[in-house]
């Protein structure tokens, strides 16, 4: 049986036990015979690899992400927001309560982000945000629904506003930006006389902010609730009151994050085009996971087709794949997430769907943080059963394409060892029944 297997297979190391010896592995009765077996194949090749999506879609996830931040592995993260506000009131006052003796002072204007409490980086160093206005309304290309991390358009240099503070997304709601006195009383004069009374002309004359950063420190996330607040006063019948008018996001479509990396003089500085990968094997023996800037991690089964050839009838029955983040990759300034996105995709990295289940339900590399002497307990786990035995039975076999769950919306990172890699390696345990 053995000199079988490793004849027709020539790629896997196995051992065979009874059903009643296959650990956690539970199989329907119909296929516990008396002359079924049960194997275990624990070395099928899986080949990793690193892809770059050039264009990611960043519009419409609810968050602003702003800041830099220098990876010793990646290279230079920096992301930078672009916003339109509007508002459905193009009002000053309220013209019900209104008399011949009220007035009306403009007092303020500032821009409110508030924290949605993402970070990433390290924030015990001071940030400086600068905000732009823009000189460009924010749209899509045509034929085009989304913006992405590459998007772009023209801003005036010169800032309205900035603020340089110390980050606590945590312990603080939000970060209030003192804009331009000259900014704010030119739009609260085009709103009291009436030059400014519809979304479009509101558009036509501000069209919107950018924020960038001057540090490199964290990336901080800010909540779609975010707000340009003007602040003015009425003054009626001796009576001073203070009140204000918001212009908030409208549209989320029109609010999205470019993201940048420069991988100069880092080990994915030759990253190929979006269609292709980089094998682990040139990489250190790792693959790399980046959200924002579109970088992910490929696996491969090469030979997974070969094992029909095990025995005339049979099917696997579980299969689990084992990811280990590599040793001191990780720390509290770069967490682990607590889980990992997996998709099927063909081998130009063209993703096909989530990866799923023999009952249809999205499948997960869930983290395991069971605290050792050598962290050796830290693996994310992906069963991996139902896609291996569809890939048995197909003409062409798929690609799993893992990234993490914020892929779009943040700039977290992983590094996963492969199959050779010596103290983070990559395990895939298959159990496959034969019977009668």
């Known amino acids: 049986m053995k000199i079988l297997i490793l004849f027709f297979l020539g790629i896997c190391c196995i051992s065979c036990t009874s059903d009643a010896e296959s650990g956690d592995l539970v199989v329907g009765s119909d296929f516990l015979g008396i002359n079924n077996n049960v194997v275990l194949i624990d070395t099928m090749t899986v080949e990793m690899s690193t892809i770059n999506f050039d264009s990611l879609a960043t519009s419409a996830t609810s968050r602003i992400l702003v800041g830099n931040y220098d990876d010793p592995v990646y290279g230079k993260v920096k992301a930078q927001s672009y916003i339109q506000f509007g508002t459905n009131d193009f009002k000053i006052g309220n013209s019900s309560s209104d008399t011949e003796t009220t007035t009306y002072a403009y007092d303020s204007i500032a821009l409110i982000l508030r924290y949605d409490k993402y970070v990433y980086g390290d924030t015990t160093q001071v ?106 006063s009425k003054r009626q019948d001796q009576e001073e009151s203070s009140l204000y008018k918001d212009f908030s996001i409208l549209d989320l479509s029109k609010q999205f994050n470019n993201i940048t990396l420069d991988r100069t003089g880092t080990v994915l500085q030759n990253l190929p085009a979006s269609d292709d990968a980089i094998p682990s094997a040139r990489t250190r023996n790792v693959g790399y996971v980046q959200s924002g800037t579109g970088i992910a991690c490929r696996l491969d089964f090469p030979s997974i087709r070969n ?24 720390s509290l300034k770069y967490p682990l997430r607590d889980s990992l996105n997996v998709y099927v995709s063909d081998k130009r990295n063209r993703i096909s769907g989530l990866l799923l289940g023999s009952d249809g339900a999205q499948l997960y590399g869930k983290l395991n943080m069971t605290a050792d002497e050598f962290n050796e307990n830290i693996t994310y786990s992906l069963k991996l059963g139902n896609f291996l035995q569809q890939q048995v039975s197909e003409t062409s076999t798929s690609s799993l394409i893992v990234t993490l769950p914020n892929f779009p919306k943040g700039v977290d990172r992983i590094l996963l060892g492969d199959q050779s890699n010596t103290e983070n390696k990559l395990k895939l345990k298959i159990y496959y029944i034969s019977y009668q």
């Open 127 to 232: 940030q400086t945000f600068k905000i732009h206005r823009l000189l460009q309304n924010i749209k899509p290309e045509t034929g085009d629904t989304n913006l992405y991390n590459s998007s772009g358009f023209n801003f005036n240099s010169v800032p309205i506003g900035s603020v340089t503070f110390l980050p606590r997304p945590v312990s603080k709601d939000s970060l209030n930006v003192t804009l331009d006195q000259t900014f704010g009383t030119d739009l609260y004069q085009r709103l009291k006389t009436n030059q400014i009374s519809n979304y479009n002309e509101f558009t036509d004359y501000f069209k919107g902010l950018v924020i960038t950063s001057e540090t490199s420190a964290s990336v901080i996330g800010f909540g779609a609730g975010s707000v340009v607040r003007m602040y003015y």
């Open 307 to 330: 094992i029909k050839y095990l025995a005339e009838k049979g099917t696997i029955v579980d299969a689990e794949l084992l990811l280990k983040p590599v040793r001191n990759s990780y």
